[in-house]
């Protein structure tokens, strides 16, 4: 499976944007990105994916390179609650329902 | 939305007692359900899939005869944690695979805390 590379943490200032980035290099033509993220003692909660364009919806933005080596989920304007572990992933459709692999993160503190 | 529950939400055994945890699909069919398991401050590590009616497929390293997995249902699949000891205190999600919306995506339950004293 291919590997993502995510900054182990990050901070942002609350109502201002957060760029997340993930790297991809080994993605594969039928790979799409998928983004998690996880909140303290919960489980895993969907954010966005995509193949090749970008993508947007009530939670955040999803920003594909053109080459698809990497991505940024961006969080336009970030509140306490968005404070949790951001998991890039990269999943492989073609009529499976294989399983997510999780990487360690990256670590999102949001300041007042 | 699809929504994925567990229960019980957090347990306290004794070692050497067995531990059955829940997880439904509240609102869609799930064919495929999985099983992670989730130490302090590290990810989430696949332990288990199950598709409905079949025996589960279980990850390197995991013993299925201590982590017994039911899929019986569309909604339903149970982990029952047997003999359980301190080192098997964790937390331990499920997800729910289904087909919405014209796309299968993956759905996670709240999670269940287990402490093995």
């Known amino acids: 499976d291919a590997k993502t590379t995510q900054p182990n943490s990050m901070e942002s200032n609350e109502e201002e944007p957060v760029h997340l980035p993930c790297n991809h290099s080994?993605?594969?033509?039928?790979?799409?990105i998928h983004w998690y993220r996880q909140l303290p003692s919960q489980g895993p909660e969907y954010v966005i994916h995509g193949l090749t364009s970008n993508v947007n919806n009530r939670m955040a933005s999803l920003a594909i390179a053109e080459d698809r080596k990497s991505s940024t989920l961006i969080l336009h304007r970030a509140t306490l609650r968005d404070a949790a572990v951001y998991y890039c992933?990269?999943?492989?459709?073609?009529?499976?329902?294989?399983?997510?692999?999780f990487g360690k993160g990256t670590k999102l503190s949001v300041k007042p | 939305g699809a929504v994925v529950s567990q229960h019980p939400s957090w347990v306290i055994c004794k070692s050497g007692t067995s531990v059955k945890i829940e997880c439904r699909s509240l609102?869609?069919?799930?064919?495929?359900m999985f099983w992670y398991r989730q130490f302090p401050k590290q990810s989430l590590m696949l332990m288990a899939t199950?598709?409905?009616?079949?025996?589960?497929?279980?990850e390197q390293g995991v013993e299925k005869d201590k982590f017994l997995i039911n899929h019986a249902s569309l909604t339903l699949s149970t982990l029952t944690v047997t003999s359980a000891h301190p080192e098997d205190s964790s937390f331990y999600i499920c997800s729910a695979s289904g087909r919405l919306a014209g796309a299968y995506e993956q759905y996670f339950g709240p999670g269940t805390r287990l402490t093995v004293t």
């Open positions: 199950s598709n409905e009616g079949s025996k589960a497929t279980y």
């Open positions: 609102d869609f069919q799930a064919t495929t």
């Open positions: 080994t993605i594969s033509g039928t790979d799409y």
């Open positions: 992933i990269l999943r492989r459709y073609g009529g499976s329902q294989g399983n997510l692999i």
